[in-house]
């Protein structure tokens, strides 16, 4: 059974750091492309990192403007975005999901896979 765990998130004051990380099993995850996505409350869902299945190429959403670092482990099946420079507006539910193919996420259609989320909470 195809699953992805969250972790690592939290309260932090405006300008501070977080670091989630995401375990994947169950599935041939080699194969799968990785992201996070993120919403906030009365909001869209947002694409916000993304990961192909190297761990080599990377992309971000418009609203990182480079605060924001996404890592692939392969050994150990993990991965990780490492959140910089935090703002109140960056509040939301982080969720760790994967998805076949290639090249840069178009839709959350595409997803295969999700994770129940993580609370990142920024106080001002």
């Known amino acids: 059974q195809a699953q992805l765990v969250e972790s690592g998130g939290g309260l932090v004051q405006a300008g501070g750091s977080l670091r989630l990380s995401c375990a994947a099993s169950?599935?041939?995850?080699?194969?799968?492309?990785r992201v996070w996505i993120r919403q906030a409350p009365g909001k869209e869902r947002e694409f916000g990192a993304g990961?192909?299945?190297?761990?080599?190429?990377?992309y971000y959403g418009d609203f990182v403007k480079g605060r924001f670092t996404i890592s692939r482990d392969h050994a150990k099946s993990f991965v990780a975005l490492q959140m910089n420079s935090l703002k109140p507006e960056d509040r939301a539910v982080y969720s760790c999901a994967a998805l076949s193919g290639y090249g840069h996420i178009r839709s959350l259609s595409e997803i295969n896979y999700w994770g129940q989320g993580t609370q990142v909470t920024v106080s001002s």
């Open positions: 169950g599935f041939a995850m080699d194969n799968y492309r």
């Open positions: 990961v192909d299945w190297s761990g080599t190429s990377t």
